[in-house]
């Protein structure tokens, strides 16, 4: 469905700003109701991060780095020796066209379930009021009993004040910009995003530094993780650079090689692209939320409560834009933990400096060990714990798993026999 040019009602029941995976569910559950809907997005194309720059082409560049791996390891299996070479070039356009299908679908999903989709920046004029700015320039308002603010987020990159040449570096967003493959490249940051390029990239033959202000990566993670992905980033040829800043970026300009200074006594390193991986900042800059009085924190992010309820009754807010609540604490409870540490079967068959460890840890709280927290690092993790995370969802308790059948020979069958 094209975006619609002009309101087509004199009052919506309800309006997004934003239309990424956040706007999307809420519009189309708001339409399966009967409610007037409308969503309004800035860029021109549906899908939000997650499926034009975030967790779609990430996870299929994913897959290209984990194809890599598994050829290097055909030879435990007894075939022939193979030294993938990767195609950046002509793989880009085909990742690029998956992507563009999935947004059209946005599109045609919101025509079947009856969501006006209105392309334009959209900000408040009053509580029940969103103006909508076409990219032709011209306006018109969307009049609505409820607002939702999903604007989500975009990459933060240091100022040229803190760092001289910061602007001369990309972000992930860039990453999926990249025409030819880099031969080399430093990542700033130590978060998940800065360790998924960075390992994608290095499968993929680009040598691959990261600069990262502490001793290991993931730091708000379980200390288990950031142990054991350090240790193994380390041990498959991505060099790490610890305790290290980025102090200034020499080069003039994007997409032209660059030499990155670092406060430590290490020579600074000539290479490709700096990629900036430190955090991200809320895209809540003129959307209005000052005149209508909608709270934010110093850094931007709506504040809303356990509702997605922000302080103003009929405007709410989801997404990566929103001021996140903190993990609810265990105070006195009784907490333990249960672990395994092994080598996946699969590489069994391969050469010692290839076999990935596995690790998981259970945690649980009170006499009755309620499990609250489920750690897996390993081959085939992420589909595991999806199937987890339904029972931890449910309450379940240790026994609950410990009365589960192993499922034989997997990995996870160690989750329901640990002792």
């Known amino acids: 469905m094209p975006p619609v040019s002009k309101p087509s009602a004199d009052r919506y029941d309800y309006v997004i700003i934003g239309g990424g995976s956040g706007a999307s569910g809420t519009a189309r559950r708001a339409a399966s109701y009967g409610k007037k809907v409308a969503v309004v997005e800035a860029t021109g194309v549906l899908g939000g991060c997650c499926v034009k720059v975030g967790c779609i082409p990430k996870k299929i560049m994913w897959y290209a780095a984990d194809m890599a791996d598994k050829l290097r390891n055909a030879s435990g299996y007894n075939y022939s020796p193979i030294e993938p070479k990767f195609d950046w070039e002509t793989f880009k356009p085909r990742r690029d066209q998956y992507v563009k299908n999935l947004t059209e679908a946005y599109a045609r999903n919101f025509g079947k379930d009856g969501v006006e989709y209105h392309a334009g920046w959209g900000r408040f004029k009053d509580e029940h009021t969103v103006e909508v700015t076409r990219p032709d320039g011209s306006t018109y308002d969307l009049n609505a009993e409820y607002i939702c603010i999903a604007t989500g987020s975009r990459p933060a990159v240091p100022s040229e004040d803190s760092i001289p040449g910061a602007k001369l570096g990309i972000t992930s967003d860039g990453f999926f910009e990249l ?126 409560d356990e509702w997605q309820a922000t302080n103003v009754p009929n405007i709410f807010s989801i997404g990566d834009c929103q001021g996140k609540a903190l993990l609810t604490p265990f105070g006195d409870a009784k907490v333990k933990t249960y672990n395994a540490k092994f080598k996946s079967m699969f590489f069994d068959f391969v050469d010692d400096e290839h076999k990935e460890p596995t690790v998981y840890k259970l945690v649980v709280v009170g006499e009755e060990e309620k499990v609250v927290g489920l750690h897996m690092v390993g081959a085939g993790s992420d589909e595991g714990i999806q199937g987890f995370s339904v029972a931890v969802k449910m309450g379940a308790l240790k026994k609950h798993f410990d009365d589960t059948v192993a499922i034989h020979p997997t990995s996870t069958e160690e989750i329901v026999t640990m002792r």
């Open 179 to 304: 025409e030819k493959q880099p031969k080399k490249v430093v990542i700033v940051g130590a978060g998940y995003i800065a360790l998924e390029l960075a390992g994608v990239l290095n499968a993929l033959g680009t040598e691959t530094h990261m600069a990262i202000r502490g001793e290991t990566v993931l730091r708000t993670f379980d200390p288990m993780i950031q142990t054991v992905i350090t240790d193994w980033t380390e041990h498959t040829g991505v060099k790490i650079h610890k305790k290290t800043k980025v102090t200034k970026v020499e080069g003039t300009k994007v997409g032209e090689p660059v030499t990155v200074h670092l406060d430590s006594q290490e020579a600074p390193i000539q290479a490709d692209y700096v990629l900036w991986a430190v955090g991200r900042e809320p895209v809540t800059e003129d959307c209005g939320l000052d005149k209508v009085g909608v709270k934010v924190d110093p850094k931007g992010n709506v504040i809303v």
